[in-house]
């Protein structure tokens, strides 16, 4: 059955790529290297021309969805349409072709678009220190919360054990804790669905380092007690770290350093449509206070009157990455944010005008838990007696991707679904019809679907069970 | 409006009105604190205007000449039919695929990505990818000390990439550092407390490794083999997973990915079945549908975050779908003898060089040790050198600081710049 992979495409023999003659003389491998460190079976790959390559991976993109092909509201990742001037700026030969160790006076163009990429970064969220080195959020968090522990080093303080996260907060956040050598706590909520701030002043002594905030939370409520919430945890020594994962929602109308923040990640793949590219590359850059700044990780860029260069911050927790981060999708950032300007804010309040108008258009039929205002993005129930999975798949059979589902974690049955900026009244008109006729379907039904996407229903437990996961 | 966001103000109107706002201000109602004023940044400009400073910063850099530097990084050819898959966008614009149904391609590429890694490094399995190569030692690194419930502390050559030790450092894991000998890691001493064993192969100055010796000294003390290798490397080297090595890492960038100052790249991960609880990141496997049809989807997912939290093995979520899929259709094109021939093409002009340089006098710093393509070459001023290189339009190799030169030759270099490196450098005294 397995003759739709590529290796069983090919046939021995073919090729797909011709290389350059040699023009010196073919080495003899078995007169320069040890016998025993000789290849003796060539690996199994696939032996194909480049026509088949070309046609099995244009058929298989056809067997996957992206925003290019369908509305893509997937709550928390800021699925908005991606302008191919970025790709274009990525692949202009003078930086495609650059080797990150070339001299800095070889790379001067490259470095400004990192020293401009960390200035207006500095600018959007109100800190006065960036890193770009991180290479996806999860890695930003991981760098934050290392920055954090070696402050607490640098000050010879070493009770600071446990970093707090609400219980909307991604998988990512306690498992970052974890890797970074603290124990974690959960927080619960408040009846808004914001960290409830009594139980966070209980729990905030001075073996707490952190808190992990995500802001807008991952109900898609705006945190209105985060002034508040700064103001404990720096009483008690400790930092408030936020999640930037939702950063689409702040842009231009808040700065999380004004509102007690002291250290942030961004993703640039989603707020600033790098793109998503089927999960990664991304970027995690971080932003933070002066007081953190020192402990960013190495290199950062600088600027000495004309010239740009690299330098490792004094007490760096050192590198997160081989070279210099993902340059290619901090480039993108980079211009993205170049064509919006301060229009950028402009996004912000169509993302935010997109979700409430999902949500206004949605209550009554899907129960809204967290029925105020919402930010970017809105969690919704379906109808008693329906499965969030079950609407999801019926949503395929007309040509939509799913909101995210089962999560956050704090909301039975939640679908998160975050519209972005970039979709028509139209689009989300239809989205929504579709929404109340699926809430009115039969559960037999919408336990049939999809029926007309590249596959049914998968058996998710035999793939485990019956693990294969190679040729 | 801007380009990029379609409602006319009457939209606006309409759906405010039925939200049951009066402006988009009321929609910010609830933010505290509101910032004062707009963000100062650039004017908003055309794409024409932002594409041409892209061009304007480009061409401050010096590219398009031959680039004699490596060191974890290489200027390899890469087929336009990589861009070509890459480009579309059902790939660049899509998610994780945490909805299989709409996508297979992802996942099905993802697991061809798995096969294709687990078919050079001889291991049973693959995850999707992580970041770069730096970041997959690190992780290695976690990951031998989970298997072996040890503390994380790891014994590395002193030919692996410095900049891997340091990110290995970073994510709080202690090193200690083996001794070497004429470029060739010596594991005879190797501390018993250790959870991994660390051999790059080529190592840092183009080294081949015996990673068997590596494998048997990490055993001895019941700690997991490393092995850390150029996936090119393994068209014409062992497999590590048929000379011991536990667990295979390492930077996937010469599988079809532009050099791009550094990234993005993909940091690739294989191991043994037994191991495969505690690798990272995502793993695609194949099941079948609820009509028995063959579908691909991600699995043992209960190592991961989002359903583990706190105890997962890793945080890691987001990878590098894209360049892992670059990777996953140059290995298609070039197929088993497409990548011999790339290694040995760079092996026999890395030769060629090497030995043309002694000819003219010089000396290599492990003049006996094996290499592929990448040497370090004495020189008695390394800046000079590189300098008198760029002055006759070529990108000289890695300053060693200590009066050599890590020289790394690809498929892309010509006899006639080979000679012209010779004769410049000479020149250079």
Redesign the interface.
């Known amino acids: 059955m397995l003759d739709n992979l590529i290796r069983d495409k090919g046939r021995e023999g073919r090729r797909g790529y011709t290389l350059p003659q040699f023009d010196v003389e073919q080495a003899n491998l078995e007169k320069i290297l040890p016998k025993e460190s000789l290849r003796k079976e060539k690996p199994r790959l696939a032996e194909v021309d480049e026509p088949t390559v070309i046609r099995h991976y244009t058929n298989l993109s056809r067997k996957n969805w992206g925003i290019d092909t369908n509305f893509y509201p997937l709550g928390s990742c800021t699925m908005k349409h991606n302008p191919r001037a970025n790709e274009a700026a990525a692949a202009v030969p003078g930086f495609a072709g650059l080797h990150p160790l070339q001299p800095e006076p070889q790379v001067q163009g490259a470095l400004q678009v990192a020293y401009e990429a960390q200035d207006l970064l500095s600018e959007i969220s109100g800190f006065p220190a960036v890193s770009l080195q991180p290479m996806a959020g999860a890695q930003g968090e991981l760098t934050s919360i290392l920055m954090v522990k070696k402050f607490f080093e640098d000050a010879g303080d070493e009770e600071r054990t446990t970093v707090l996260v609400p219980s909307t907060a991604h998988g990512t956040n306690p498992a970052t804790a974890t890797m970074a050598g603290f124990g974690s706590k959960e927080i619960g909520l408040d009846e808004d669905g914001c960290v409830d701030v009594e139980e966070l002043r209980s729990m905030v002594d001075e073996t707490t380092a952190a808190l992990m905030i995500t802001n807008p939370n991952t109900c898609g409520v705006y945190e209105k007690n985060i002034e508040e919430i700064a103001g404990i945890l720096h009483d008690a020594g400790a930092f408030l770290y936020m999640d930037g994962a939702n950063m689409n929602a702040n842009v231009g109308r808040v700065r999380p350093a004004e509102a007690g923040v002291d250290i942030m990640h961004y993703n640039l793949h989603k707020t600033f449509s790098t793109p998503h590219g089927g999960g990664g590359p991304g970027c995690g850059a971080i932003a933070c206070s002066d007081a953190l700044a020192p402990f960013r990780p190495d290199p950062v860029a600088e600027k000495d009157g004309d010239h740009y260069h690299l330098v490792r911050p004094e007490k760096s927790i050192g590198r997160v990455a081989g070279f210099h981060g993902n340059f290619g999708v901090f480039l993108k950032a980079w211009n993205y944010i170049k064509m919006h300007g301060p229009e950028l804010k402009e996004n912000t309040d169509m993302a935010v005008l997109n979700a409430n108008y999902v949500r206004a258009r949605l209550r009554g039929t899907y129960r809204i838990p967290y029925d105020g205002l919402c930010k970017h993005e809105v969690v919704i129930q379906p109808p008693k007696g329906k499965k969030a999975l079950d609407v999801a798949k019926g949503l395929i059979d007309h040509g939509y991707h799913p909101p995210t589902i089962y999560f956050p974690l704090v909301v039975k049955e939640a679908m998160l679904i975050e519209p972005t900026e970039t979709e028509s009244k139209e689009t989300l008109d239809d989205f929504v019809g579709t929404m109340l006729e699926l809430a009115e379907s039969s559960p037999e039904d919408l336990q049939e679907a999809p029926t007309s996407a590249p596959t049914r229903r998968l058996d998710e437990a035999r793939a485990a069970r019956q693990l294969k996961a190679r040729w | 409006?801007?380009r990029?966001?379609?409602?006319t103000d009457d939209?606006?109107r309409?759906?405010?009105e039925?939200?049951?706002?009066e402006s988009?201000d009321d929609?910010?109602?609830?933010?505290?604190?509101?910032?004062e004023g707009?963000?100062?940044?650039?004017?908003?400009?055309?794409?024409y205007e932002?594409?041409s400073?892209?061009?304007?910063?480009?061409?401050?850099?010096?590219?398009?000449l031959p680039?004699f530097?490596g060191?974890?990084?290489y200027?390899r050819?890469t087929?336009t039919?990589v861009?070509?898959?890459t480009?579309?966008?059902?790939?660049?614009?899509?998610?994780?695929?945490?909805?299989?149904?709409?996508?297979?391609?992802?996942l099905?590429?993802i697991?061809?990505f798995?096969?294709?890694i687990?078919?050079?490094t001889g291991l049973?399995?693959?995850n999707?990818?992580v970041?770069?190569?730096?970041?997959a030692v690190a992780e290695a690194a976690?990951m031998t000390a989970r298997q072996t419930k040890r503390d994380p502390k790891v014994a590395v050559s002193a030919g692996l990439?410095p900049?891997?030790r340091?990110?290995i450092?970073?994510?709080?894991v202690e090193l200690v550092e083996l001794s070497h000998n004429n470029g060739a890691t010596d594991f005879s001493e190797v501390p018993e407390e250790v959870s991994g064993v660390f051999v790059q192969?080529p190592n840092y100055f183009g080294v081949?490794e015996?990673?068997?010796a590596a494998s048997e000294a990490a055993h001895a003390v019941g700690a997991l083999a490393v092995a850390v290798c150029d996936p090119i490397s393994?068209?014409?080297?062992?497999?590590p997973g048929?000379l011991g090595a536990d667990v295979a890492v390492g930077?996937a960038q010469p599988l079809g990915m532009?050099?791009?100052?550094?990234?993005?790249?993909?940091g690739y991960m294989a191991t043994r079945e037994e191991v495969?609880r505690q690798l990272p990141g995502?793993?695609?496997?194949?099941?079948?549908?609820?009509?028995g049809?063959?579908?691909y989807?991600l699995?043992?997912?209960?190592r991961?975050?989002?359903?583990?939290?706190?105890?997962?093995n890793?945080?890691?979520?987001?990878?590098?779908?894209?360049?892992a899929?670059a990777a996953?259709?140059y290995?298609?094109?070039?197929?088993?003898?497409?990548?011999?021939?790339?290694a040995?093409?760079s092996?026999?002009?890395a030769?060629?060089l090497a030995d043309k340089l002694q000819e003219t006098g010089f000396e290599l710093r492990y003049p006996e040790a094996?290499?592929?393509w990448e040497f370090a070459v004495e020189l008695p001023d390394v800046g000079r050198a590189?300098e008198a290189l760029?002055e006759n339009g070529m990108?000289g190799g890695?300053d060693l600081g200590d009066g050599a030169m890590l020289v790394a030759v690809t498929?892309k270099r010509?006899?006639e710049e080979?000679d012209a490196f010779v004769e410049v450098v000479a020149n250079a005294g």
């Open positions: 409006m801007a990029f966001t379609p409602h939209d606006i309409e759906m405010l039925a939200i049951g706002v988009l929609l910010f109602a609830d933010v505290s604190p509101k910032l707009t963000l100062d940044l650039p004017p908003t400009l055309s794409e932002a594409l400073d892209v061009h304007r910063l480009a061409a401050k850099n010096v590219a398009g680039i530097l060191a974890g990084a200027d050819i087929p039919a861009g070509a898959i480009s579309r966008g059902e790939f660049l614009t899509s998610y994780t695929p945490y909805q299989p149904e709409i996508s297979q391609g992802v099905q590429t697991f061809e798995q096969s294709v687990a078919e050079l049973e399995i693959s999707a990818s970041y770069d190569g730096a970041s976690l990439n900049r891997y340091e990110t450092e970073t994510y709080k192969s081949v015996d990673v068997s393994l068209a014409v080297l062992e497999a048929n930077e532009p050099l791009l100052f550094g990234g993005p790249y993909a495969i995502r793993i695609t496997g194949e099941t079948v549908d609820q009509d049809k063959l579908a989807v699995t043992l997912r209960a991961e975050q989002d359903i583990r939290r706190a105890r997962a890793s945080n890691i979520c987001t990878n590098q779908a894209l360049t899929l996953t259709v290995a298609s094109l070039m197929g088993p003898e497409g990548l011999r021939e790339v040995e093409l092996i026999s002009k030769h060629y094996p290499f592929l590189n760029l990108i890695l498929e010509t006899k080979l």
